[in-house]
């Protein structure tokens, strides 16, 4: 051959490579990371299909000696069927149990998860006896139990994690304190608070790609700190009995119990001629109005009545929208947006919420109406008229929008569609609007990541059902 | 001896370049310029805030310029120098091309602000930009002009409820809001 066709076919061969790559990427969430563990005589066991399924193995199996050897890049695991021993790379390691077939499977013990290699080719495995399962762990690696401790008039919570700069406060409220980690939660939690403590419970829970904490602070706590220590791998959440310099106020709170929610309006940001943000096949006012209607469907199995300010692609007036909703008598007002900025890197949800405005006992000289009386000063309070513009009227309902708010964020952050951020400023679309509201920038859609996540049909229907979560949870109120 | 002669010589004339030389660098050549007189023309710091990159709050750079005359040169050049940009980290996030066109501070430390059309008409993105816009605003007047205390800004002229439809600007806002 001469060097010509050396050379077409070394081009022909490198088309072929490239066009049969698959440059895809698996679409979050979908990664199969965790396998069950079996007991098998006594012994946690994992099945060898899931071990292999797990390391991204290929399996070659020789049945004369019943070995199985698996391999992944660079790396052997040698199993013999009846057998204790295992060959990981040419180590020879006890398992303390024998590999066991059942059902023309191979069951291997899970003590060989931790004997694997630790290095960047192989995926890291670990063996999470509260869940029964093993677990490919996330680079953000794992939390630990934590230690709870009382220190004078402060309680301290000290989580063991391997990124702590990753911990983040995402729900303020004592009554739901919500902490999230980027790690896997690998360890147990305490039954009971010491005595003292300003922490009443800990408890695990839900959370994509990492994992979180709820807390339930005593009414007397007066703020928080959330001491990140990358460098000592551990994570400090404390709780101050009065307030201090350094510590965070928690959010503003009504009493416990369920809030009777009849109407929910939901109004998709702009229309008509106002397209709002359009970041390349992405357009504003066509992606709130699809949203809206989800929400509006997942809202309405739960009973309550949703209804939205515009269902086509049409301008409204801010006056329109709050007339709208003011006339229903809206028990809550959601009005739904996506944000966009000048540099790609900001990304994320923002809530916006009114502030409070007047003071608790101005407050209670108001003759509120509905939710908003429960955030009142108690009743025979010394209380005084004030003076409410029309127009800032969302802001007598400002403690029950900020609640919402922290549940909307909770529960985006919680299913991975943070990071979220809380603005509590009057927004434009609350002007005259008489009910508790919060207006949500869901994604930002100058974000690649956000933007090709919200345009897809799954991207949209789970923001979706992360907001009716937050409704439900707003509506709980425990 | 004669060829030590020569030797010590050679050394002498060597010893004597190496010694001109050096003291040739040692001395420096006489200014042909000197620093800047200071009290020939003022210099202001001048305090600006230019949004973070990621769209979560404001990042601070501190620059000078030659001291404006007046209020109005003063805010003007505020707004000019927020409108190149920032040289550190950070992004404008002031629409491009805004400019001042008038400005007002009464007795109460009531600032109105009459921005170029630019300041609506090239605004763009979401909530984020127009609240980070307006806080770049409002933290970099309050920085520089301390007789400001609550600022209305209105756009060629005439007031405007909204600059892109998420923040209100009918009213004045307290620059105290925007820590």
Redesign the interface.
Known sequence: MNHRGLSVGLLFTLVLGVLGADWRQPPPGEGPDTAPVHQIEGRPCIAVDDLARLLDATKFWRADVRRLVLRSGTHTVVLTADNPFVVVDERTLWLGAPVRSREGELQVPVALVDSLPSDSTLVRLTYDSRRARVVVLPTSGRVESPRWMVQGDLTRIVFPADHADEAVVVARARAHFRLRFGGIFMGELPDEAPPGSHVRAIRSIAASGGSAFECEIASGAAGYRLIQDPARRRVTLEIAGAPADGFEAFAPESPPGERRLKVVVIDPGHGGSDAGVIAGPAVEKDLTLSLAKRVGAEIAQSGVRAVLTRSDDRDLSSEERAEIANRLGADLVLAIHFDGFVDPHARGATAYCPPALVTEPERAGDAGRGADREAAAPAGAPGRVSLLPWRDVSTRHAVQSRAFAEALLSALELSGQGPTRLRERLPYDLLGVNAPGVVLECATLTAPDDRERVMQEEGLKQLAVSIADAVGAYQRNR | MRRVFLGLLVIAVLAWLGWSWTRGRRVAPPPTSGPTDSTAVGVKALRLYF?A????SLVTESREILEPSGLHDRVEALVAELDRGPRGRG???LPAGTSVLRVFVDDAGLMTLDLSGAFRQRF??????E??AIASLMRTIGANVPEAKTVLIICAGRPI??LG????L?RPLEISDWP
């Open positions: 949004g990159a990621n769209g979560d992004v404008a996030v763009r993105g979401g909530s984020s930009a609240y980070l409820p909204t439809g998420h923040l209100p009918d």
